[in-house]
T-cell receptor
Framework: NAGVTQTPKFQVLKTGQSMTLQCAQD?????MYWYRQDPGMGLRLIYY???????DKGEVPNGYNVSRLNKREFSLRLESAAPSQTSVYFC???????????FGAGTRLSVL | DQQVKQNSPSLSVQEGRISILNCDYT??????FLWYKKYPAEGPTFLIS?????DKNEDGRFTVFLNKSAKHLSLHIVPSQPGDSAVYFC??????????FGAGTRLTVKP
């Protein structure tokens, strides 16, 4: 029972490079989320998707795009990475919007 | 603006004693509160929650207390065990709005 799976676990980028963080859940949840966690701060919501086909901005969306590919998958794209995007990124899912969320193990991203 | 604050970055307690983790919030519209636990190299996992219509919720060794007038909630762990050593995040949400997380408190339970 995998739950929420994120790939990759680690990534190093150079400033200006692009990449996509992948997230998949096998719990048949409607809602999915992308957060970033920085030292001394709580998790901050980047984007979320309340259901397949919909996406909405969270607290810190600038510099990111998302795609809800289907009910299982929700990807986060950095088009032109910046050092300020160095962070740990967590994907989460829940049965309904704002319900208890289940998290993946995270992707640690460094932008040089 | 940090709407959910955990003012203690770390806490150390002896095995068998009580651990009390605290959380303060500023938004009086929050109506649902949660605690998550996080081990290194893992994602946060849900621990316990409480609705704003209650002032206490208990689940085994874990109890969450909510004081709405003080905008304060706490997590009590009794008795504390070494396996409880982790980072604990407090979170709060308002109907139809995003969940906000505190910065976390690192709990160390010494044998």
């Amino acid at each position: 029972n995998a739950g929420v799976t994120q790939t990759p676990k680690f990534q190093v980028l150079k400033t200006g490079q692009s990449m996509t963080l992948q997230c998949a859940q096998d719990m048949n949840h409607n809602s999915m989320y992308w957060y970033r966690q920085d030292p001394g701060m709580g998790l901050r919501l980047i984007y979320y998707s309340a259901s397949e086909g919909t996406t909405d901005k969270g607290e810190v969306p600038n510099g990111y795009n998302v795609s809800r590919l289907n009910k299982r998958e929700f990807s986060l794209r950095l088009e032109s990475a910046a050092p300020s995007q160095t962070s740990v990124y967590f994907c989460a899912s829940s049965e309904e919007d704002k319900n208890i969320q289940y998290f993946g193990a995270g992707t640690r991203l460094s932008v040089l | 603006d940090q709407q959910v604050k955990q003012n203690s970055p770390s806490l150390s307690v002896q095995e068998g004693r009580i651990s009390i983790l605290n959380c303060d919030y500023t938004n009086s519209m929050f109506d649902y509160f949660l605690w998550y636990k996080k081990y290194p190299a893992e994602g946060p996992t849900f621990l316990i929650s409480i609705s704003s219509i209650k002032d206490k919720n208990e689940d085994g060794r874990f109890t969450v207390f909510l004081n709405k007038s003080a905008k304060h909630l706490s997590l009590h762990i009794v008795p504390s065990q070494p396996g409880d050593s982790a980072v604990y995040f407090c979170a709060a949400s308002e109907l139809n709005n995003d969940m906000r997380f505190g910065a976390g408190t690192r709990l160390t339970v010494k044998p």
